[in-house]
Protein backbone atom coordinates (compact mmCIF):
# COMPACT_ATOMS: atom_id res chain seq x y z
CA UNK A 1 0.00 0.00 0.00
CA UNK A 2 2.59 2.52 1.01
CA UNK A 3 4.57 1.82 -2.56
CA UNK A 4 1.27 2.27 -4.26
CA UNK A 5 0.93 5.57 -2.48
CA UNK A 6 4.71 6.83 -3.41
CA UNK A 7 4.21 6.05 -6.68
CA UNK A 8 1.11 7.61 -7.01
CA UNK A 9 2.25 10.87 -5.44
CA UNK A 10 5.31 10.92 -7.91
CA UNK A 11 3.46 10.75 -10.95
CA UNK A 12 0.93 13.30 -9.50
CA UNK A 13 3.85 15.66 -8.68
CA UNK A 14 5.29 14.99 -12.25
CA UNK A 15 2.55 15.82 -14.39
CA UNK A 16 1.62 19.05 -12.16
CA UNK A 17 4.99 20.11 -12.64
CA UNK A 18 4.93 19.18 -16.61
CA UNK A 19 2.35 21.01 -17.08
CA UNK A 20 3.42 24.32 -15.26
CA UNK A 21 5.31 25.24 -18.28
CA UNK A 22 2.94 25.23 -21.22
CA UNK A 23 2.23 28.62 -22.49
CA UNK A 24 -1.78 29.86 -22.77
CA UNK A 25 -0.43 32.40 -24.93
CA UNK A 26 -1.71 32.08 -28.57
CA UNK A 27 0.43 31.71 -31.39
CA UNK A 28 1.65 34.91 -33.82
CA UNK A 29 -0.51 35.20 -37.04
CA UNK A 30 0.98 37.57 -39.66
CA UNK A 31 -1.04 40.97 -40.21
CA UNK A 32 -0.65 42.53 -44.02
CA UNK A 33 -1.84 46.52 -43.76
CA UNK A 34 -1.96 48.51 -46.82
CA UNK A 35 -2.16 52.79 -46.64
CA UNK A 36 -3.25 54.56 -49.80
CA UNK A 37 -1.77 58.02 -50.55
CA UNK A 38 -2.07 60.10 -52.71
CA UNK A 39 -2.79 57.31 -55.32
CA UNK A 40 0.38 55.12 -54.26
CA UNK A 41 0.06 51.85 -52.13
CA UNK A 42 2.26 51.60 -48.98
CA UNK A 43 2.39 47.82 -47.37
CA UNK A 44 3.29 46.53 -44.28
CA UNK A 45 3.16 42.98 -42.84
CA UNK A 46 3.69 42.18 -39.23
CA UNK A 47 3.71 38.97 -37.22
CA UNK A 48 1.95 39.80 -33.57
CA UNK A 49 -0.33 37.89 -31.27
CA UNK A 50 -3.29 39.89 -32.32
CA UNK A 51 -4.47 42.55 -34.24
CA UNK A 52 -4.52 45.28 -32.24
CA UNK A 53 -0.44 44.59 -31.59
CA UNK A 54 -0.15 44.37 -34.94
CA UNK A 55 -1.82 47.49 -35.39
CA UNK A 56 0.24 49.36 -32.87
CA UNK A 57 3.56 48.36 -34.23
CA UNK A 58 2.51 49.04 -37.74
CA UNK A 59 1.06 52.47 -36.99
CA UNK A 60 4.72 53.81 -35.63
CA UNK A 61 6.45 51.79 -38.72
CA UNK A 62 3.55 53.53 -40.93
CA UNK A 63 4.47 57.29 -39.17
CA UNK A 64 8.35 57.04 -39.75
CA UNK A 65 7.51 55.72 -43.09
CA UNK A 66 6.15 58.71 -44.00
CA UNK A 67 7.49 61.65 -41.72
CA UNK A 68 10.98 60.84 -42.99
CA UNK A 69 13.76 62.87 -41.70
CA UNK A 70 13.62 66.37 -39.48
CA UNK A 71 10.87 68.04 -38.20
CA UNK A 72 6.95 68.59 -39.59
CA UNK A 73 4.72 70.48 -39.62
CA UNK A 74 1.28 69.94 -36.83
CA UNK A 75 -0.85 69.70 -39.78
CA UNK A 76 1.03 67.62 -41.87
CA UNK A 77 1.73 65.41 -38.39
CA UNK A 78 -1.89 65.00 -37.84
CA UNK A 79 -2.49 64.04 -41.74
CA UNK A 80 -0.12 61.38 -41.40
CA UNK A 81 -1.81 60.18 -38.19
CA UNK A 82 -4.56 60.08 -39.80
CA UNK A 83 -3.42 57.74 -42.80
CA UNK A 84 -1.80 55.54 -40.58
CA UNK A 85 -4.76 55.19 -38.15
CA UNK A 86 -6.85 53.51 -40.87
CA UNK A 87 -5.23 51.22 -42.94
CA UNK A 88 -7.19 48.87 -44.99
CA UNK A 89 -6.55 45.53 -43.85
CA UNK A 90 -5.76 42.83 -46.32
Do not use: W
Request: some cysteine.
Amino acid sequence: MKKYLLVMLLISVYYSTSFAFISNTPPEKLYAFKYHISGEVLEFKQKAQSYEDAMEKVALKCFKELKGQGRISEEKGLDIIDICANPRNS
